[in-house]
């Protein structure tokens, strides 16, 4: 009797285990969070945010001269020339990564926005642009050389010489208004000249000199001035004949239309030029100078039947030996174009000192 009661718990316990061993991966499966019948699962994800480590320009502009060579990705070295009317440049530069950063000669630039305005100094100035990228470590440097002229010689901005006024300035006439005027040819006849010329301020950079009243003189074809009278150059007594005032506009510009100049004993052919400043003719003039023609266009001029009684100048025949011209017309020679015909034109850049 006992053994069959062992027997049968032995059983029962079997029992249970295989009853165990079917339903035991229910409940192990309910733990994990799912409904009743389902299969549940967590799962994790995690996005990597990659930082970009591109230092490189898309673009790269000047307010003033042009790259070399020109702008290219992959260039970090240019060179840019200016005149040297030009005294500073601003530089735009454009990063290829809206998250980059650019520093311009060490200050923070916005990309594709213009850089504050850099001094020039006559010569090379250095300009370096470094770009820097989203890592904070990846850079890029760029360097530019900005190259500005100096004053050389012949240049619009060269200080003209100051010479003598002359034995023949009647600066009585500044006072009479109506010398303000284009046309100062009045009765003399002569080959016909148009006086076009400009004046640079030499101490601010080589600005337009505005608003300055230019007072030029010269003789007629004869090699007679207006306004006075001698046996040397005849009765002119009241006479304006070949002067003028014409005030500089915004462009530093005056024009005269007037004849091609004679010659007188002593001296080569020339126009004398006056400067007031300030249309300010009460005052002494800031400069005082003569301007000196081609001696191929002269020679060409004294030949036209307009000025065959006074003919070629046999008094000074060469610029050294005139003397006022000896020391060299480098500042003071005028580009001349046309001919007898039709006339000529007469131009030169005046460099003032206001």
Known sequence: MQEKTTEAKI?????????????????????????????????????????????????LALSAGSLSPAFSSSTTSYTASVVNSVTSVTVTATSTSSAATIKINGTTVASGAASGAISLSVGTTAITIVVTAQDGTTTETVTLSMVRASVTSGSNCALIPEETEGPYPLLAILSNSSIVRTNITETQTGVPLTLTLTFDNVNDACAPLVNAAVYIWQCNKDGEYSGYSSTANGSHLNETFLRGIQLTDSNGQVSFTTIYPGWYTGRITHVHVQVYLNDNLAVTATATTQLAFPQDITTAVYNSSLYATHGQNTSVTSFSADNVFSDGTTYQMMTVTGDTTNGYVATLNIGIAA
């Not at 029962?12 to 799912?34: D, H, Q, V």
């Not at 995690?46 to 480590?53: E, G, K, V």
């Open 11 to 59: 059983l029962g316990r079997r029992a249970a285990l295989g009853l165990i061993s079917t339903l035991g991966a229910i409940p192990l499966i309910r733990c994990g969070g799912g409904g009743s019948g389902s299969t549940a699962s967590s799962t994790s994800t995690s996005t990597a945010t990659t930082t970009s480590s591109d230092a490189t320009l898309s673009a």
